[in-house]
């Protein structure tokens, strides 16, 4: 029994090397094994095959017993995946922070965003993708503007929405008086929501600078049963959505 070539390339694609594959794979066949047995059934040669068992096991793939010499034995591919990404998911978030803390405010210097980005998207989807990505960068606040159409997008928004909420993002939501009480209960726990009858149309405007315009089906053509939306990046844009924002906002009623 060997491993197949296309889960040895999915194992490296998930930051497993060639020889830790191989260790891996003679630890499944055998069973436990001391690492001279091991370094002969892998082909790993005896001069790496500690430095491989070591980070074999730092990744969560494998496990050790006191015995002399020690022996080894194959974890859970299960338990495997879930130490790797978990890993992943950490190294990440710290390399997103570091990177954003030094390139934004350098883009935002160059003067690059000076010539605005101007998209009109169209399809649940790839609006709904469009908004995580805006809500995901978001630092301050972020304000949001959801028609009764609007609860698909609550639904698969409300994981990011919490995890600004836990970074200190301040959220306001209004909403129309149609949208459901179990929607209004979930977003309630994460943002100031507002309700304002016959809500009209909505968006998003995140840290005054990006803004999502979603135009329902009747306004995005004759012909189509489609949402259709404007993405900009244009602080003006911005800023006279978040002035007719806080205009709606006026004469809606906290819940």
């Not at 194992?11 to 690492?35: D, H, N, P, Q, V």
């Not at 080894?72 to 978990?86: D, R, V």
């Not at 990177?99 to 649940?124: F, M, Q």
């Amino acid at each position: 029994m060997s491993i197949s070539d296309k889960t040895r390339k999915a194992l490296e694609k998930i930051g497993l090397t060639s020889y830790e594959i191989r260790t891996f794979s003679a630890l499944l066949k055998a069973g436990e094994l001391t690492a001279s047995d091991l370094s002969q059934k892998s082909g790993v040669p005896y001069s790496k095959i500690y430095e491989v068992l070591g980070t074999l096991e730092d990744k969560g793939w494998i496990g050790s017993d006191d015995s002399r010499p020690t022996k080894y034995f194959a974890k859970s591919p299960s338990t495997g995946l879930e130490t790797t990404k978990q890993k992943m998911e950490t190294d990440f978030s710290q390399n997103q922070s570091v990177i954003l803390n030094e390139l934004v405010p350098l883009y935002e210097k160059s003067g690059t965003s000076e010539r605005p980005d101007i998209w009109v998207l169209s399809g649940a989807i790839n609006i709904a993708a469009k908004i995580l990505e805006m809500v995901d960068t978001c630092r301050n606040e972020v304000m949001i503007a959801l028609p009764e159409a609007g609860v698909e997008l609550v639904k698969q928004a409300l994981p990011k929405l919490r995890s600004l909420h836990d970074k200190g993002v301040e959220i306001t939501i209004l909403t129309s008086d149609k949208m459901d009480k179990e929607s209004i209960k979930a977003i309630k726990r994460v943002a100031t929501v507002k309700i304002k009858k016959g809500l009209f149309g909505g968006g998003i405007i995140s840290d005054k600078r990006y803004v999502v315009i979603l135009l329902g089906p009747e306004i995005g053509g004759a012909n189509t049963s489609d949402v259709v939306a404007i993405w900009a990046d244009h602080a003006g844009l911005a800023g006279f959505a978040r002035q007719y924002f806080e205009y709606l906002l006026k004469d809606s009623k906290v819940i």
